[in-house]
């Protein structure tokens, strides 16, 4: 073998596939109920996209992105999350000419050189939802709400919701203030990526993982502290609309997300261990960002399919098994062959999960076989049985027989 997969990647097979199947159909499920369309954005975008969206001075545009030069001299980046390109696609396909608002769901591949650890991957998977067109706090109330569904359908228990408020363009300017006179007096205890982000996005440093940055950071002036009115209405309206609607939430003036789009509130879903499991909040100037003739507001969350799958393993929640193979189907003599294809086109064309015999097996070895894949049924079908048209089905648990005429066969499954 000349190489591996690498480094951060997952092969997705037998079990993991399976499970993340029934995840994504929760999903759309969910999504269908509450009205939200399914959007497939390119897997790259011309790296500008997230340069400007995504913001210059966060980690995932300066450290993590992977970004290359087309053969046509472009400059191409894999996506490192789907919140921009859905924006990118809305605008350019007019979207938001349509009666808003538009509600928007993806599953998306992104791309982030992390360091690869628990329920960190340089490829990761996302399903994401991007409400566009409401100010309200509504809009942040339905995609809470969705969240929380969607985790109760698929048995996880442990997730609380955390929510802040980072406010808009005009409380950063007193924020920005109030943080930098505080940074400058540690400035020389923060690393140079934070210093130099006080230059640039002040607000970039609380994202830092040194150590002895996050140390001091712990003490930094919180953003809600400086919210404006139309901020802290907004903030105030969205609290009291999850108190009347019982969701549970913790304030947590520590969030602020990563990502430089974000206004007014922003959320994340943490397990008992802290560890977030899924993120999300407004973000009313990314539209304007992206087209400055446009200035919708927006809001979405992004959920880490990943994530979804360790929180699973930890709470100890089994999702449905695979459906098992209802019938194998022996062969017994080359003559049989085609007459007995035939009948496993016709059982499978009736929806059952029919197994046949594609190796040219002795009839004790298909036995075997259809034992090891846990076939709950088995027929023999060879040149007598086609004669007579009679089978013997045997029930692989009970070991019981039951003779049927050949026509008769799907019926016994049906
Ligand atoms: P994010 O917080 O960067 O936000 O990522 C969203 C979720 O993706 C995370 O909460 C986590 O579940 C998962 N995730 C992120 N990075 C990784 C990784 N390296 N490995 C595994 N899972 C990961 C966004 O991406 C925003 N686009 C969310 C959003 C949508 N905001 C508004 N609309």
Redesign the pocket.
Known sequence: MITQRPKGTQDWYGENIHKRTIIEGIARDICKTFNIKEIITPVFEHTVLFQRGVGETTD?VQKEMYTFEDKGNRSITLK????AGAVRAYLENNLYAESQPTKLFYFTQ?F?Y?NPQS????Q?H?F???FLGSASPMAEVEIITLLIEFMKRIGLKGASLHINSIGCKNCRKTYNEALLDFLRQHENDLCSTCRERMTKNPLRVLDCKVPSCKEIIKDAPRTINYLDDECKEHFEELKSLLTSLEIPYVIDTGIV???D??TKTVF?FLNPEGF??????R?DGLIHEIDEKQDIPA??????I??ILGELESEGVELEPEPPIELYLGILGNEAKSSAYKIVKELRNAGIIVETDYMDRSVKAQMKYANKIGAKNTVIIGADELANNLVRVKNMETGEQTETSLDKLVNMFM
């Open positions: 995932v490192p999350e789907g919140t992104a982030r992390e329920g960190r991957f340089r990761h996302q994401g939802v991007e997300r990563g990502l789009y974000y994340e977030t499991l899924c993120g999300g909040g973000y809001v979405g969350f992004g959920f880490g990943e994530r």
